[in-house]
C-alpha cells in the first residue's frame, strides 16, 4: 500500500475522521481568531471608526478572493478525484497548472483593485475620517494579493497532500505573526490601520513560502510538475468550485446591504457592532468550514474511488458531528454575547448595547449555518459544482439579500437587521435537506 495514501486507506470511524479534519478545524479557527484579533487590535489602539473601515472594505477583499477560491476548492475536488481514480501524473500537471493560474489571477487582481478602489469607496458617502482609514487598509493590503492567493491554494492542497499538520503550523506560524506584527505596528510604532494590514499580509505570506517549498519536493504526494494545459481542467475547477465563487462575491454584496441597512437605522456605530457580530459568527463558523474543508478530500477520493461504503459513513457521521456541534455553538454564543462583546468596546459605548443586541439575536442562524456550509462542500467534493453553486447563492445571496431588504422595512427597526441572518440561514437548512435527499442514491450516500 502506498503510504501517501494511507490516510485515505483507513476505516471510517469517526475518529479517523476527526483525526483527519481535526488539524483543518483547528487551522480555520486560528485563522479566524487572528483575523479578530485584528479587530481587537483595531478598535482598541485606533478607535472604532476604523473596526468600521475594515468591515467596509470586506466586500473589496471578498472579490478579490472570490476567483482564487473558486480555483482552489474546485481544483482541489479535481486533483483529488483523479488521485482517486489512480491518475496521479495528470493530477499533478493540473495541480500545477491550477496554481499558476491562480498567480495570475492575482495579479490581475492587484491591478484592478488599485484602479477601482477610491471610486467606489467614494461612492459609499463615507465620512472624510473613515474614507482615509478605508484607503489605506486596502491599498496596503492590495500588495500582498498573489501571497494571500497562494495561501488560499496551498492551505487546501496541504490537506488534500495529507499534510493537514503542516498546513495547521504554517496557519498557526501567521497567526502569531500577524498577533505580534499587530502590536509591533500599531501599539509600538505608532503606524496605524497601514500596521493592521502590513501584518495581515505578511502573517499569509508565510503558508505561501511554506507551500511552495513543500510541493516542489517530489516526494510530496502532490508536487509541482510541467502543467499541461487543459481547457477543460480550468472549466472543470471553476464550474466546481464556482460554490465558492458564489459564497465569496455574494458575501461581499451581502456585507455591502448590510453596512447600508445599519447605516440608515444605526449610523456609523451600527456598522462598527454589525463587525463585531461578524467576528463572533465567523468564529464560530470556522468550526464548520473547516470540518468541511478536512472531509471534502476525503469525499472526493472515495467519489473517484467508487467506495460508496465509505462516503456513506462518512457523510453519516458528518452531518450528525455538524448538527450536534450547531447546537452546542448557538447555546454558548447566545450565553457568551456580553464577554465577547466586551472584548472590542466597553460598556459605555454606544456600539456595546447595540452589538450585544444583535449577537444574541443573530446567534440563532448558528442552528442552521453547519448544515448549510457541509452540504455545499460536500456536493463541490463530489464535483457536482452546479448543486453547489445553487444552494450557496441562494443561501448567501437571494435569502439573506431577500432578508436584509424585507425584515426592516416590516419591524421598522434595526432588529430586522439582526433576524435577517438566522431566517435566511434557515431558509437554507430547508433547501440544502432537500438537496441532500434528492441526491443520496445518485452520490450512493
Not at 495579479?107 to 478605508?134: E, H, K
Not at 454575547?337 to 448595547?353: E, G, H, N, Q
Amino acid at each position: 500500500m502506498d503510504k501517501t495514501f494511507d490516510s485515505y486507506h483507513q476505516p471510517v470511524t469517526g475518529r479517523n475522521i476527526l483525526r483527519f479534519a481535526f488539524p483543518t478545524i483547528i487551522m480555520t479557527v486560528f485563522n479566524t481568531f487572528y483575523t479578530m484579533v485584528d479587530g481587537l487590535f483595531v478598535s482598541n489602539l485606533i478607535g472604532t471608526d476604523a473596526l468600521s473601515a475594515i468591515n467596509l472594505t470586506a466586500p473589496a477583499i471578498g472579490l478579490i478572493t472570490a476567483i482564487s477560491g473558486m480555483l482552489a476548492t474546485g481544483g482541489s475536488a479535481v486533483v483529488m478525484n483523479k488521485m482517486g481514480a489512480h491518475q496521479e501524473q495528470e493530477a499533478r500537471e493540473d495541480f500545477t497548472l491550477l496554481i499558476l493560474t491562480n498567480a495570475a489571477v492575482g495579479a490581475v487582481m492587484m491591478l484592478l483593485g488599485s484602479i477601482f478602489m477610491d471610486p467606489l469607496l467614494r461612492s459609499m458617502g463615507l465620512s472624510d475620517t473613515v474614507f482615509q482609514y478605508c484607503h489605506t487598509y486596502l491599498s496596503n493590503y492590495l500588495m500582498f494579493t498573489i501571497p494571500i492567493l497562494l495561501m488560499y491554494n496551498f492551505s487546501l492542497y496541504l490537506i488534500a497532500a495529507d499534510k493537514s499538520r503542516l498546513s495547521l503550523i504554517c496557519t498557526v506560524a501567521g497567526g502569531v505573526t500577524n498577533i505580534i506584527l499587530d502590536y509591533v505596528f500599531i501599539g509600538l510604532f505608532d503606524m496605524g490601520i497601514r500596521g493592521a494590514a502590513i501584518a495581515t499580509g505578511l502573517g499569509y505570506s508565510i503558508t505561501a513560502v511554506a507551500g511552495f517549498l513543500v510541493f516542489r519536493n517530489p516526494r510530496s504526494m502532490l508536487h509541482f510538475q510541467k502543467p499541461v494545459f487543459r481547457g477543460n481542467v480550468l472549466f472543470h475547477a471553476a464550474t466546481n468550485g464556482s460554490s465558492e465563487l458564489a459564497t465569496s462575491l455574494v458575501s461581499g454584496i451581502t456585507t455591502l446591504l448590510f453596512n447600508l441597512a445599519m447605516l440608515k437605522y444605526a449610523g456609523e456605530d451600527g456598522v462598527a457592532a454589525i463587525t463585531i457580530i461578524m467576528y463572533v459568527l465567523m468564529f464560530v463558523s470556522a468550526l464548520f468550514i473547516g470540518y468541511s474543508y478536512g472531509v471534502a478530500p476525503m469525499i472526493s477520493y472515495y467519489h473517484g474511488e467508487q467506495n460508496h461504503d465509505k462516503l456513506k459513513k462518512l457523510i453519516a457521521f458528518s452531518i450528525r458531528f455538524v448538527i450536534g456541534t450547531s447546537v452546542f455553538c448557538t447555546v454558548v454564543s447566545i450565553l457568551g454575547a456580553v464577554p465577547l462583546v466586551c472584548i472590542f468596546t466597553r460598556p459605555d459605548s454606544p456600539v456595546y448595547a447595540l452589538a450585544v443586541t444583535g449577537s444574541r439575536l443573530c446567534s440563532i442562524a448558528l442552528l442552521f449555518v453547519g448544515l448549510n456550509v457541509f452540504a455545499s462542500g460536500m456536493f463541490t467534493a463530489l464535483s457536482n459544482g452546479v448543486v453547489s453553486a445553487v444552494l450557496a447563492f441562494s443561501r448567501s445571496f437571494l435569502f439573506t439579500a431577500g432578508c436584509i431588504l424585507l425584515l426592516p422595512a416590516l419591524l421598522g427597526s434595526v432588529t430586522g437587521v439582526w433576524l435577517a441572518t438566522p431566517v435566511a440561514e434557515f431558509l437554507g437548512t430547508i433547501m440544502a435537506v432537500c438537496l441532500m435527499l434528492r441526491y443520496r442514491k445518485r452520490y450512493g450516500y
